[in-house]
């Protein structure tokens, strides 16, 4: 089982960075695919971004590519949301997610585990 705290949300204005991260628990953090979800109010919740259990695969939804970047480090059992250039549109609650295969998936419901989120907000 795997336990994850997500942190770095906050308020920031258009054309800011912000860096997510989340830290999980127990010591088979690089057997889980990590992704990150985002869903903000009214709507579904929508996959970001998502990482091999390596790290040496990446992949992004088109709505953020080229401004956002994913990356992990399995020796501190954490994955990052590297967000420059944020836009009003990427304003909401961001959720890190893993699951136990070796690749990534768009679908939430493929995703055993996700941490409690954080919000992002960036006023325009």
């Known amino acids: 089982q795997v336990q994850m705290v997500e942190s770095g949300g906050g308020l920031v204005q258009a054309g800011g960075s912000l860096r997510l991260s989340c830290a999980a628990s127990?010591?088979?953090?690089?057997?889980?695919?990590m992704a990150w979800f985002r869903q903000a109010p009214g709507k579904e919740r929508e996959f970001v971004a998502g990482?091999?259990?390596?790290?040496?695969?990446?992949y992004y939804a088109d709505s953020v590519k080229g401004r956002f970047t994913i990356s992990r480090d399995n020796a501190k059992n954490t994955v990052y949301l590297q967000m420059n250039s944020l836009i009003p549109e990427d304003t909401a609650v961001y959720y890190c997610?893993?699951?136990?295969?070796?690749?990534?998936?768009?679908?939430?419901?493929?995703?055993?585990?996700w941490g409690q989120g954080t919000q992002v907000t960036v006023s325009s």
């Open positions: 127990g010591r088979t953090f690089n057997m889980y695919a």
């Open positions: 990482i091999s259990r390596s790290g040496s695969t990446t």
């Open positions: 997610a893993a699951r136990s295969a070796v690749g990534v998936t768009t679908s939430s419901a493929t995703y055993n585990y």
